[in-house]
């Protein structure tokens, strides 16, 4: 089993950064392929990126290329999201989601461990 924690979140104006930090605990850390994903008020739960065990390949969803980065560290159980750039549509609550076969998949339900999430609010 794994728990995992987010954090990181708060108010950036549009054009700035943050770095979301997600602390895994349990043995299967550093097995599972992770992904962040993102939910707006009264829209569904999009992929936003992914890794897989090793940190040597990740995939980005559309609404991000070229501005976010996701990376980890398995020595600190940490899975990371940088975001670059900001704008008011990225407006959301991060989740982190992870699981050992779920490499690749942008679907929520093919992820078995989430953490509660972080807010994260651009201001225009």
């Known amino acids: 089993q794994v728990q995992l924690v987010e954090s990181g979140g708060g108010l950036v104006q549009a054009g700035g950064s943050l770095r979301l930090s997600c602390a895994g605990s349990?043995?299967?850390?550093?097995?599972?392929?992770m992904a962040w994903f993102r939910q707006a008020p009264g829209k569904e739960r999009e992929y936003v990126a992914g890794?897989?065990?090793?940190?040597?390949?990740?995939r980005y969803g559309d609404s991000v290329k070229g501005r976010f980065t996701i990376s980890r560290d398995n020595a600190k159980n940490t899975v990371f999201l940088q975001m670059n750039s900001l704008k008011v549509e990225d407006t959301a609550v991060y989740y982190c989601a992870g699981g050992i076969l779920a490499w690749s998949s942008q679907t929520p339900r093919d992820y078995t461990y989430w953490g509660q999430g972080t807010q994260v609010t651009v201001s225009s």
């Open positions: 890794i897989n065990y090793s940190g040597g390949a990740t």
């Open positions: 349990g043995r299967t850390f550093s097995a599972s392929s």
